[in-house]
């Protein structure tokens, strides 16, 4: 009699079984949940927004999936499941054990500041997140101990920093922000770049980062520009949405594509030289370029900075012409430019490639001074 209790026991054990692995998961749009989670990793970036879109309407059903996507290798599958999770907010409160966890082993900063987005929007008050938060002000990256203050803040409004006020007029002087946001970025999509920021371009929530990357390797450095495209998403701040580039060509129509339209489009930049330093200035950081770059210096990405402040946004950003002059030398021999001239259309004589150039310089206002707008040389 026990022999048969334990044998029908057993069996009603192996049904159970059965019927609990025969249970289907969850099928939206005709996919089920994981496979939804999958795509978060897609090389497509507008399948993995569907995807995060997707999993956050279906609300803490998903959270156990999200939690076996943190312990993937894949860092785009991290990260977006990371972004999942801190959508949404407290009704992922059982992942907030598997995130301290994934960020205790995590070693791309970008990652560990998104585990700190994520659990402030889920759970900032939880001893444990608190305490996580408290231990990465030590973080040796400063994008991770920024979003580790924000989390700190959270709980005490009266150190929250006001919004900044929104700027106004085109080719404004402003300072830019998304400097150390975009060198996280850059860090796990191109491991060992540096770069020159030479403008942000704002519109709504969203922000271009316009750099100038060099890449480290046998190509040498990348003279294309392109734009890391962010967008602000409320207590998670700046989030890197898309890259744009290269910028030459149609490079405007993909940034306003990528921006959400070209109306509204506010270039934020250091920007102008004063009109009687323009020559020495041009001179100044040109040869400097050229003796940085040369010994392959860091500091050749500062030099283009400062040189892109003598030129207006459009012409730096969307044409191939300030990296051919440099190339060819153009601001290491002395300029001719008539400055006393009372209109903005100028003539000028420089030397490119060893050869004269004679042509015309259009000045344009910016900032408290003048940019070069438009350069046409041509040969003697």
Not at 4 to 23: D, E, M, N, V
Not at 242 to 251: H, I, R
Not at 310 to 336: C, H, I, N, R, S
Request: charged letters at 25%.
């Amino acid at each position: 009699m026990h022999t048969r209790t334990a044998l029908a026991l057993a069996l009603a054990g192996l049904i159970a079984l059965a019927l609990q692995g025969c249970k289907s998961e969850p099928v939206i749009e005709d996919k089920t949940l994981s496979e939804w989670v999958d795509l978060l990793r897609h090389q497509d970036l507008s399948t993995q927004e569907q995807a995060q879109e997707i999993l956050v309407r279906h609300g803490s059903g998903v959270v156990p999936y999200l939690r076996k996507a943190l312990r993937t290798t894949d860092p785009t599958l991290r990260r977006n499941a990371i972004r999942v999770l801190g959508r949404l907010g407290p009704a992922a409160k059982d992942a907030v054990p598997a995130l301290l966890g994934r960020i205790a082993r995590e070693k791309v900063a970008l990652l560990r500041s998104e585990v700190l987005l994520a659990l402030a929007l889920i759970d900032p008050a939880a001893p444990r997140v608190q305490e996580e938060f408290q231990k990465r002000l030590r973080d040796v990256d400063a994008d991770v101990r920024a979003s580790a203050q924000a989390g700190l803040d959270k709980l005490d409004p009266s150190k929250a920093k006001p919004e900044p006020a929104a700027p106004k007029g085109p080719e404004i002087e402003q300072g830019l922000v998304l400097r150390d946001a975009a060198r996280a970025t850059l860090a796990t999509r191109r491991p060992g770049a540096s770069f020159g920021l030479v403008a942000e371009v704002a519109r709504g929530e969203r922000r271009a980062a316009v750099i100038w990357p060099v890449v480290a390797g046998p190509g040498g450095p990348a003279y294309d520009l392109v734009a890391l495209v962010f967008e602000r998403r409320g207590a998670a701040g700046w989030v890197f949405v898309e890259e744009v580039g290269p910028l030459a060509g149609e490079g405007a129509q993909r940034l306003a594509t990528a921006l959400g339209g070209s109306d509204g489009q506010q270039v934020l930049r250091p920007c102008g030289v004063k009109r009687e330093e323009l020559v020495s200035y041009l001179q100044t950081w040109g040869q400097a370029y050229a003796e940085k770059s040369a010994s392959g210096a860091p500091e050749a990405l500062e030099a283009y900075e400062k040189l892109t402040q003598a030129f207006a946004f459009p012409w730096v950003a969307y044409g191939e012409a300030l990296p051919d002059m440099l190339a060819k030398g153009a601001f290491t021999q002395p300029w001719k430019l008539e400055l006393s001239a009372t209109g903005d259309a100028l003539p000028v004589e420089m030397t490119l490639a060893g050869a004269p150039r004679s042509g015309q310089v259009v000045l344009r206002p910016c900032g408290q001074g003048v940019v070069v707008g438009e350069l046409r040389p041509s040969t003697r």
